[in-house]
């Protein structure tokens, strides 16, 4: 698959992931379809589009899912520049005093905990 259908197909993905959230409002209604994104990414040759995209979704205020969907990539991939590119986001937050983003970028950074406590919101993450 060319790399840019690839990002095409996991920002349509984590569009799709928003307006399924925002409607069942149920992380199992999504776990299919982030367990197949994921999927995909992880048959891709070393790719910067891919990453590009996760990158997107972390400061994303136009994806309603976007913790969900990084909390699920975070877990799944334990990816170093994810974290510290999430963490970068939260030390922000932190220096702007914005509290509704430090616990949205604090709820992205414990997913990268093997004890992670949500983890049982996503099925797939146990295969």
């Known amino acids: 698959m060319p790399e840019s259908n690839v ?7 984590f569009r799709e992931i928003s307006r399924i959230l925002d409607e069942k ?12 994104l994921a999927e995909i990414v ?3 040759p070393v790719s910067d589009l891919p990453r590009l995209a996760v990158l997107q979704v972390v400061e994303s205020r136009e994806l309603s899912a976007a913790a ?7 877990h799944r991939f334990r990816w170093g520049w ?4 999430v963490r970068r986001c939260y030390l922000e937050s932190l220096a702007n005093e914005d509290r509704k983003r430090v616990r949205h970028y604090e709820r ?3 997913a990268f ?3 992670w406590e949500d ?4 099925p797939s993450l146990d295969l």
């Open 7 to 13: 990002s095409e197909l996991l920002m349509d993905g």
């Open 25 to 36: 409002n149920s992380t199992l209604a999504v776990d299919p379809l982030l367990a197949e």
């Open 42 to 44: 992880s048959r891709e």
């Open 68 to 74: 969900e969907i990084i909390q699920y990539f975070a």
């Open 82 to 85: 994810l974290k510290e590119e």
């Open 108 to 110: 992205m950074l414990e």
């Open 113 to 115: 905990s093997d004890d």
């Open 119 to 122: 983890r049982d919101l996503f």
